[in-house]
C-alpha cells in the first residue's frame, strides 16, 4: 500500500513535471513568434520610410520643375496619390499572399 502511494505521488511529480516543459516550450514558441514580428516590422518601418525618400526625390527631381516654384500643392498631392498607389498595391498582394498561406 505504502509503495502505491509512493508510486501515485512519483507519477504525479513527473507529470507535472511535463506539464512544466509543455508550458515552457510554448512560452518559447510565443517568444520566438512576437520577437521574429518586431523585426519584420521594423524592416517593414525601414523599407517604408527608404521609399518615402526615394518618392519625395522622385517629386522633387522630376514634377517640381514640371510646374514651376510655386508647385508646392501639385507636388504634394502627385506625392500623396503615389504613396497611397504604392501603399495599396504592396497591401493587396500581402493579403493575397496571406490567403495562400495553410490555416493551422
Known sequence: MA?????????KKQEAIKKAIQEAH???RQFVKKTLDLATSGFGLVAALAWNEVI?????NYIRPLFGKESGLI????YAI??????????YNLSKLAEKEPKN
Open 82 to 91: 503615389a504613396i497611397t498607389f504604392l501603399a495599396v498595391i504592396v497591401t
Open 26 to 28: 510554448a512560452v518559447r
Open 3 to 11: 509503495k502505491d502511494k509512493i508510486y501515485e505521488k512519483e507519477v
Open 56 to 60: 519625395k526625390e522622385t517629386v522633387n
Open 75 to 78: 507636388s504634394l498631392i502627385i
